[in-house]
């Protein structure tokens, strides 16, 4: 195009300018349209958002059905993106994790586990970033296309050091929607405490790619985690206790137990035991492990799942009362378990009433430095 081309066009325009300024000046400066149109009338409503519902519920069904694992269920959540209609169905479809087994949504990561099996992922750790990432699945693709669930940093500070947990492993900050909580421990890191950002993680859910509204955070306090001081500096195996305040003891004893005592006349009576409630939080405690004369270190039984010995290995069981008369396989049934399989990979399984948030903060806590702990 010719400068004097260019030149003609600009005046053309500035003639035009100035005769609709002339026809159109009033007091106002500036020009209303005849008919306000809503954002929403322009925007074209997709030829799939008129199916019939039974159809609907269908495609849907058979959708989630076909793709169980990922990186196929993505078809799924890609079903919830289509239209409101389509994501209601599909939250409706789609079950929870306690009852299918399945990660699916971002808010699974919040929900319970299976009661049956354990869900089986894995965690990466980077000493260079200090950040640890959990991943879906058994082990390590050689593809390393896993998928990714929770994401944590270490952050040291003077007097605690936080681990800042998201839905991505490159946005920590707690501003943004991905932010889903923190464990935060003490100055000697023998206690550990749990953060749950419900904001967050229900924002994530609606708008995983856009900035949380900035409304007032409402973290509380899931869980706490202890371990035990080893003065003495004897050889053996950290000791942790977790209290996981958001879990009621009832999840794992489902009716009121009757208690055997014996009486100062030799005769046996039932009684309920008034002083432990089923409502109060519920105990986890690590699974004693047992002496090998052979190996000449102690030893779990992991199943498979863990083939290095490192001191950060541990299982977690309920910790219930013996006078409680809960079924024996309730005290020896493994929550969760964590442990070493190469250099920076560790497993982690988890099952009911833990959720993968909470198995991975309890996780990463055997990360911190513990020299109280250690023999």
Same mark, same amino acid.
């Given at each position: 195009?010719?400068?004097?081309?260019?030149?003609?066009?600009?005046?053309?325009?500035?003639?035009?300018?100035?005769?609709?300024?002339?026809?159109?000046?009033?007091?106002?400066?500036?020009?209303?349209?005849?008919? *306000?149109?809503?954002?929403?009338? /322009?925007? +074209? #409503?997709?030829?799939?958002?008129?199916?019939?519902?039974?159809?609907?519920?269908?495609?849907?069904?058979?959708?989630?059905?076909?793709?169980? &694992?990922?990186?196929?269920? &993505? @078809?799924? !959540?890609? %079903?919830?993106? $289509? %239209?409101?209609?389509?994501?209601?169905?599909?939250?409706?479809?789609?079950?929870?994790?306690?009852?299918?087994?399945?990660?699916?949504?971002?808010?699974?990561?919040?929900?319970?586990?299976?009661?049956?099996?354990?869900?089986?992922?894995?965690?990466?750790? /980077?000493?260079?970033?200090?950040?640890?990432?959990?991943?879906?699945?058994?082990?390590?693709?050689?593809?390393?296309?896993?998928?990714?669930?929770?994401? @944590?940093?270490?952050?040291?500070?003077? *007097?605690?050091?936080?681990?800042?947990?998201?839905?991505?492993?490159? /946005?920590?900050?707690?501003?943004?929607?991905?932010? !889903?909580?923190?464990?935060?421990?003490?100055?000697?890191?023998?206690?550990?405490?749990?953060?749950?950002?419900? *904001?967050?993680?229900?924002?994530?859910?609606?708008?995983?790619? #856009?900035?949380?509204?900035?409304? +007032?955070?409402?973290?509380? *306090?899931?869980?706490?985690?202890?371990?035990?001081?080893?003065?003495? =500096?004897?050889?053996?195996?950290?000791?942790?206790?977790?209290?996981?305040?958001?879990?009621?003891?009832?999840?794992?004893?489902?009716? +009121?137990?009757? $208690?055997?005592?014996?009486?100062?006349?030799?005769?046996?009576?039932?009684?309920?035991?008034?002083?432990?409630?089923?409502?109060?939080?519920?105990?986890?405690?690590?699974?004693?492990?047992?002496?090998?004369?052979?190996?000449?270190?102690?030893?779990?039984?992991?199943?498979?799942?863990?083939? !290095? @010995?490192?001191?950060?290995?541990? #299982?977690? $069981? &309920?910790?219930?009362?013996?006078?409680?008369?809960?079924?024996?396989?309730?005290?020896? =049934?493994?929550?969760?378990?964590?442990?070493?399989?190469?250099?920076?990979?560790?497993?982690?399984?988890?099952?009911? +009433?833990?959720?993968?948030?909470?198995?991975?903060?309890?996780?990463?806590?055997?990360?911190?430095?513990?020299?109280? %702990?250690?023999?």
């Amino acid at each position: 195009m010719s400068f004097k081309s260019i030149l003609r066009d600009l005046k053309e325009v500035r003639d035009g300018l100035g005769g609709i300024s002339k026809r159109t000046w009033s007091k106002s400066s500036h020009i209303a349209p005849d008919h *306000t149109v809503t954002p929403s009338e /322009n925007i +074209p #409503q997709s030829p799939w958002a008129s199916l019939p519902p039974e159809l609907l519920h269908e495609i849907v069904r058979r959708v989630e059905e076909s793709e169980a &694992a990922w990186p196929a269920r &993505a @078809a799924v !959540v890609s %079903c919830a993106s $289509v %239209c409101k209609s389509w994501r209601g169905i599909t939250m409706e479809t789609v079950r929870v994790p306690e009852q299918c087994g399945k990660l699916t949504f971002p808010i699974s990561l919040k929900q319970p586990g299976p009661r049956d099996l354990p869900i089986q992922c894995f965690i990466k750790r /980077n000493r260079a970033t200090a950040t640890y990432i959990l991943y879906y699945g058994l082990m390590p693709s050689e593809t390393e296309k896993d998928k990714l669930l929770l994401a @944590a940093r270490r952050v040291r500070r003077a *007097t605690c050091t936080d681990f800042v947990i998201s839905l991505s492993a490159k /946005n920590f900050s707690r501003r943004s929607s991905t932010y !889903v909580g923190k464990l935060r421990s003490g100055f000697l890191g023998t206690k550990f405490t749990i953060y749950d950002n419900q *904001t967050a993680s229900s924002t994530a859910q609606a708008q995983p790619k #856009q900035a949380s509204p900035k409304l +007032p955070a409402t973290s509380y *306090t899931s869980g706490s985690i202890t371990y035990e001081l080893n003065v003495l =500096r004897t050889r053996g195996p950290r000791r942790m206790h977790c209290v996981m305040d958001s879990i009621p003891l009832s999840s794992v004893i489902s009716e +009121p137990s009757l $208690v055997k005592e014996e009486v100062s006349s030799g005769e046996t009576s039932s009684t309920h035991k008034e002083n432990i409630s089923l409502d109060q939080p519920l105990v986890l405690k690590n699974k004693s492990p047992r002496w090998h004369e052979q190996l000449q270190c102690w030893c779990l039984n992991f199943k498979g799942r863990v083939t !290095v @010995a490192s001191v950060k290995n541990f #299982q977690l $069981v &309920a910790d219930i009362d013996p006078s409680l008369d809960a079924l024996p396989e309730e005290h020896e =049934r493994v929550i969760l378990q964590f442990g070493k399989i190469g250099k920076d990979i560790f497993t982690m399984d988890y099952r009911y +009433p833990l959720s993968a948030f909470q198995a991975f903060a309890i996780c990463i806590s055997s990360f911190d430095t513990k020299p109280a %702990c250690e023999g």
